[in-house]
Structure formats: C-alpha cells, structure tokens
C-alpha cells in the first residue's frame, strides 16, 4: 500500500508542476496586462488571485484524479530534504544532486521535488517486482473447504475427451495428486499440461498404463471383458525425458503415486506389472505401432481385424506405413540413449507384432471401427497422427501415415452427416 501511495502521490506532484509553470506563465502575462486595466479591474483581479493562493485550489483534471482528496499540498524543500537523507542512509542510487542537477548546479525547490518524484517511480516499479515474483506461488488452486482433493483419478475416456474430463476436476488436483492414464494413443499429457497445468512445480504425477484386455462397450455403464490380458504400469518423471533418464525408484515417488500403483499391482483381476519409465514408453510405442496399422485400415475398409491376414496388397501398405512409423520411433530424442532401439523397433519385428495381434483378435472389431459406425470422434489424431508430429518435428515427413490419417477423417465425418441426414439423395430438392 506504501508504494501504490507513493506512485500516486507522485502523478499528483507531476501534475501540479505542470499546473504551477502554466499558473506562472498566465501570471506573468496578466502582470504584463495589469498596467493597462483601470483602477476598479486592478484592484478586483489582486483579490481574485489572492483568494486563490490562499484557498490552494487544485486543477479540475488534478481533482478527478485524486478521488476524495480536497487538496494536495506539494513538498516543500524542508520536507524533500529529510527524504533524500533518508534514501542515502538506505542505499538508493537516487539522490537530488545525482540526478537531477549537474555537479555544481544549486539546489533550487524544483530539483528537490524532482528528486522526490524520481524516489517515488522507483519505488513504485520495485513494489510491481515483487509482486510479479510472488505470483509463481499463486499459481495453484488450492480447492474449497467443501472440495476434497482428488489424490487418485484414472482417466479411461477416449483421447479426444481427455481434457474435458479433467478440466472438470481440475481445481482439485494439486501436486500431491496421481493421474493414471489408461487409454490408446499418445501426445495427451502434452495437452494437458499445455491447457491445465502450465506449470511443472505444480502438476500432478502422471501414469500410464497399457493395456491389452480385450472389452467392448454394450452401451452406458456396460463393458465386456472380452479377453484377458495384461495392464503395465510407469510413472512418467517430473524432468522432462531427454537423453538421461532417470529411472525413479518406488520408494522416491509420491505417497499418492506409490498408493496407486501398489493397488493396482495387488489386484488380481488386472495383473498388472509395473515397469520403470524407460520400459513403460517403449511398450506405448510397441501398442501405438500396432494401432496405426489395424485401427485405420479396419476403419475404412469397414471390416473385422483378420481381413488384413493373408492379403498381399494389404501386407504392402502396412510395410509402407510402418517403414515411417520405424524411423519416427527410433529417431525420437527420449529414446536416444536406450540399448537396443533399432532392433525392438525395426519394420520387419513391428510387422510380424501386427499380424500376430491381428491373428489373435481376428475376429473382433478395432475400436475406431465401432466409433466410426456410431458417428463419435475417432482417436486418429492421437495415433497416426502422432507419429506425423513428432516425424515434423524431427524433419521426416510420414506422407503415407498423412494420407491415411486424413482418410479416416473424412470418413468419419461422411458418417457423421449420413447418421445426421445431412446428406441429400438424388433428385431430392432442397
């Protein structure tokens, strides 16, 4: 408050200066013009002025400025020196004969009230300093006395909706909060923290889980487990994954985090295992790759996965497109380090991965393929899509991963307008 009152005080002093040269000025012409007034207008305009002086008015502009203030007297040279002093004994560089008059230079009312002013701006942009350094530990929300704080939420929407779902809970996730991600795709963590959670100080632990349970959806609230399979845990590091990752002991996790993942762990049901960040990101890759071939390419040919086994011209498209997917993957910076990279993600192991997946669920339909049938947004950006960003980012363009992605989008979007009747037919008229 010192500051905000200082800051204002000296807009005050700014502006009676101006008033004060302009009331000289003015004054100075009318003594010019007093010799030529007649005794009566003399004698009126010195009682005029003296009123004036004597009542202190300020400028009508000055007045709107200061709100309830009646009047604003300006330091007088007593007043300013026992500041200036002041400013010495603390240490400030700003002083009246530093720097508003040349060495030598006397001190006149005008250079003190300067001085006094140039004070007061310091002082107010050092006030705005601080604040700006406080505002990092005002970044979080802390929620409500009525709101609990979510310590454990598992996020099993499709990918598109991640961020919906969690802007909804948002303000009562705090840093001691756990996230558990179990869903297709990759590049969600990146949105968001890019949209909810700016700051790293203050974001939740993230995990992740890939899954390969085989279920499908009957409606609201109603899901098949179709197949049993396997669920692998990690938890993603606080320091980005670049070239040195450290792999986090259980030990050195989150009280939340480490609760999570030995629930998990512990329930028969999920067999769930879990695995160090290194481990964890390789396996998302190894799903994703098989994701980019069946998902698409069962959604636009409208078919179950097996349609892909024994078919020489599909067998060349997969090669087509995972030969991208190889060279994105094996040339990704959080990978550069890790033991036998081109090997686990060579085309010609990801391909026999694909087709053994495709043999095992032959029957079955890939799950793009029912949102396509249903008219709901499709996962594609989080699939192929991913592979062409990251592959743009790194210089490798994925034209076949491009192409195919774009497909699925304008088929899915030809499926939402026929399910809409937004189509027209042949000779209907609008």
Known sequence: MKETRRGFEAEVVRGLLQSSLTSVENDSANEEDL???????????????????????VPRDLAWKSGDISAVSVPTSEES?????????????????????EPGEPSTPETEINAWFAQAEQEAD?????????????????????EEII???????KAPQTVRAIQAVAHRLTQDSSILFLQNG??????????LFPDRKY??????????????????????????GTIALGVLPRTSMGENIQVEALSQLSPSARYLMRTMTRTAVFVAVGFSPTDILQQQFD????????????????????ALLYNFYFSRVVRLLLAEISLVIKSLP???????????????????????????????????????????LTEIDYINGYIVKRGEEMGIHCVMNYMLMHIVKGKNKYSSQEKADLLPFAGQRG
């Open 35 to 57: 010799p030529d007034r007649t005794g009566t207008e003399a004698q009126e305009y010195s009682l005029q002025t003296g009123a004036k002086e004597q009542t202190g008015s």
């Open 81 to 101: 020196l026992p500041m200036a002093a002041a400013s010495h004994q603390q240490g400030d560089k700003i002083s009246p004969e530093e720097d508003t008059s």
């Open 126 to 146: 050092k006030a705005q300093h601080k604040e700006k350094g406080m505002q990092a530990s005002g970044q979080i929300h802390i929620p409500d006395a009525q």
């Open 151 to 157: 310590y454990h939420l598992i996020i099993s929407v």
């Open 186 to 195: 990759m590049g969600m963590v990146d949105e968001v923290n890019e949209r």
């Open 203 to 228: 974001r939740p632990t993230y995990m992740f889980g890939v899954v390969s349970h085989g279920l499908y959806s009957k409606g609201p609230f109603s899901v098949v487990h179709a197949g049993e």
């Open 287 to 306: 799903k994703l790759a098989v994701n980019c071939i069946i998902n698409p390419l069962t959604a636009v040919l409208d078919c179950k996965n097996g």
């Open 334 to 376: 959080e990978l550069k380090n890790v033991p036998n990279v081109n090997m686990r993600f060579d085309t010609l192991r990801l391909e026999r991965m694909v087709f053994t997946i495709a043999n095992t669920t032959a029957e079955n339909y890939s799950s793009m393929v029912q949102d396509i049938r249903s008219g709901r």
